[in-house]
């Protein structure tokens, strides 16, 4: 951090060390898989004889993940100290955090209704709507039933008296 100091940047705010922060976790997760994945893929020495080599550089691989792991950590414990830091220095007020604390007594303000909120408050009387639609047209339709077999009807008897 001392970095930007000395190349004339301004020093870093709390919220651009935070997301240095998660940025640092990510990699580190990331160089964990990366590790596991050398781990995984190393062979345990069971008699078999295997090529010098390949373990070497199995070994190598696997040494440089954990020597950067370990820096990144380092990394992620600086920026929590600098975080630390500049939140300390942030002072709030004792009636500033007592005006955050809700009281059981206390009325809370009314918030207005979000559309969301409206209608689910509409949902039984559009439930309601819904079903008494369906219900005319379940009439409708036995209407519809009974005329297409009278016509239906009317067409068998005329086509039996003609042939």
């Not at 070994?59 to 820096?71: A, M």
């Not at 920026?79 to 809700?102: D, F, G, R, W």
Request: net charge positive.
């Amino acid at each position: 951090m001392d970095v930007y100091k000395r190349q004339g940047l301004p020093p870093l705010n709390v919220t651009a060390l935070c997301q240095l922060g998660q940025e640092t976790v990510h990699e580190i997760v990331l160089k964990t898989l990366e590790l596991f994945t050398h781990l995984k893929a190393t062979q345990i020495p069971n008699g078999v004889q295997i090529r010098y080599q390949n373990h070497q550089d199995r070994k190598k691989k696997i040494d440089e993940n954990l020597n950067s792991i370990t820096v990144l950590f380092r990394k992620l414990k600086v920026v929590y100290e600098k975080c630390n830091e500049n939140c300390s220095t942030l002072e709030m007020s004792s009636s500033s955090m007592a005006s955050q604390i809700p009281w059981i007594n206390e009325p809370k303000p009314e918030k207005p209704i979000s559309e969301r909120q409206q209608r689910v408050a509409d949902l039984p009387a559009t439930i309601q709507n819904i079903e008494a639609k369906n219900r005319k047209l379940k009439l409708i339709m036995e209407q519809i039933r009974t005329i297409i077999w009278d016509v239906n009807t009317m067409m068998a008897m005329r086509n039996a008296g003609v042939s």
